[in-house]
C-alpha cells in the first residue's frame, strides 16, 4: 500500500485506474485501504475493508480459474492472485457475460464474509448456462 498525503491520492488512483480492465484488485484494494487524513480513529476500519477486498477478488478469481471461465489463470495454486488487472481476452466469452454477476456479487452478504461464500455465484453460473442451452452445470 503506497504511502502519500490526501492531496496525492486523487492523482494516484487515477495514474494506476485501468478502464480497459474487466476486474481491477489494485486498484479497489488501494481505495477501500487508504485511511484519509483526519480518519486514525478509523484506521482498523478501513485496513479491514482493504483486506475484505483482496480476499473477494481472490475468491471471484479461484472461482472463475475452476469453472473454465478464464483464459488464462488468475490465481495460483495456494489460491492468491497471479493475473491483476483482468483484461477481455483474459477471460473466455462465458467468463466476460459473467462478469456483470460477479460484480453484483461483491456487493452481497456472502462475499462479505471470511472466507467468502461462493454459493450465489455457483447458483447464478448454473441459471446462466441452463439458459443458454444446457451448458455445464456448475
Same mark, same amino acid.
Given at each position: 500500500?503506497?504511502?502519500?498525503?490526501?492531496?496525492?491520492?486523487?492523482?494516484?488512483?487515477?495514474?494506476?485506474?485501468?478502464?480497459?480492465?474487466?476486474?481491477?484488485?489494485?486498484?479497489?484494494?488501494?481505495?477501500?485501504?487508504?485511511?484519509?487524513?483526519?480518519? @486514525? #480513529?478509523?484506521?482498523?476500519? /478501513?485496513?479491514?475493508? $482493504?483486506?475484505? =477486498?483482496? %480476499?473477494?477478488? @481472490? #475468491?471471484?478469481?479461484?472461482? /472463475?480459474?475452476?469453472? $473454465?471461465?478464464? =483464459?488464462? %489463470?488468475?490465481?495460483?495454486?495456494?489460491?492468491?492472485?497471479?493475473?491483476?488487472?483482468?483484461?477481455? =481476452?483474459?477471460?473466455?466469452?462465458?467468463?466476460?457475460?459473467?462478469?456483470?454477476?460477479?460484480?453484483?456479487?461483491?456487493?452481497?452478504?456472502?462475499?462479505?464474509?471470511?472466507?467468502?461464500?461462493?454459493?450465489?455465484?455457483?447458483?447464478?453460473?448454473?441459471?446462466?448456462?441452463?439458459?443458454?442451452?444446457?451448458?455445464?452445470?456448475?
Amino acid at each position: 500500500m503506497p504511502d502519500f498525503a490526501d492531496s496525492t491520492y486523487g492523482s494516484y488512483m487515477d495514474d494506476i485506474a485501468d478502464l480497459s480492465a474487466v476486474f481491477d484488485c489494485r486498484w479497489m484494494f488501494v481505495r477501500l485501504n487508504y485511511v484519509p487524513d483526519g480518519c @486514525e #480513529a478509523q484506521r482498523e476500519y /478501513y485496513l479491514e475493508a $482493504g483486506q475484505r =477486498a483482496l %480476499r473477494q477478488y @481472490e #475468491a471471484l478469481y479461484r472461482f /472463475y480459474d475452476a469453472h $473454465g471461465l478464464s =483464459a488464462k %489463470r488468475l490465481s495460483g495454486g495456494d489460491g492468491k492472485i497471479i493475473k491483476d488487472p483482468v483484461y477481455p =481476452a483474459d477471460l473466455t466469452a462465458e467468463g466476460l457475460r459473467f462478469a456483470r454477476t460477479a460484480h453484483h456479487w461483491q456487493d452481497t452478504k456472502g462475499a462479505a464474509k471470511n472466507p467468502p461464500d461462493v454459493k450465489y455465484l455457483e447458483r447464478k453460473l448454473k441459471e446462466m448456462r441452463a439458459q443458454e442451452g444446457g451448458g455445464e452445470a456448475v
